[in-house]
């Protein structure tokens, strides 16, 4: 069983930084990309940054040049480094990954994390 924990959430002023961490556990399988996606209060799940098992990223318009995402493929974890926050990047902080296991793909996700941007 594939679980996908989730840590590094809370309380920051505008313009300062977290960082997220996302760990995969369990055994028998292969990542392709893990991500972040974030869900703010009344408004649908949206992307926020991908990576692949290759290294390659993808971020939302709104968080370019300010967040970092990045992995461990030894660890199975991802990181996403969230810098010069603003009030609009509350929400909770959903892990993804997609990956291999018992001869098919899959999606997973973690239980998320709460972030809030607030003075």
């Known amino acids: 069983q594939v679980q996908l924990v989730e840590s590094g959430g809370g309380l920051v002023q505008p313009g300062g930084s977290l960082r997220l961490s996302c760990a995969a556990s369990?055994?028998?399988?292969?990542?392709?990309?893990m991500g972040w996606y974030r869900q703010a209060p009344g408004k649908q799940r949206e992307l926020v940054a991908t990576?692949?098992?290759?290294?390659?990223?993808n971020y939302a318009d709104s968080v370019k040049g300010r967040f970092t995402i990045s992995r461990d493929n030894a660890k199975n974890t991802v990181y996403l480094q969230m810098n010069s926050l603003k009030p609009e990047d509350t929400a909770v902080y959903y892990c993804?990954?997609?990956?291999?296991?018992?001869?098919?793909?899959?999606?997973?996700w973690g239980q998320g994390t709460q972030v809030t941007v607030s003075s």
């Open positions: 993804n990954a997609l990956l291999y296991s018992d001869a098919e793909w899959n999606n997973y």
């Open positions: 369990g055994s028998g399988f292969r990542i392709h990309r």
């Open positions: 990576i692949t098992s290759g290294g390659s990223p």
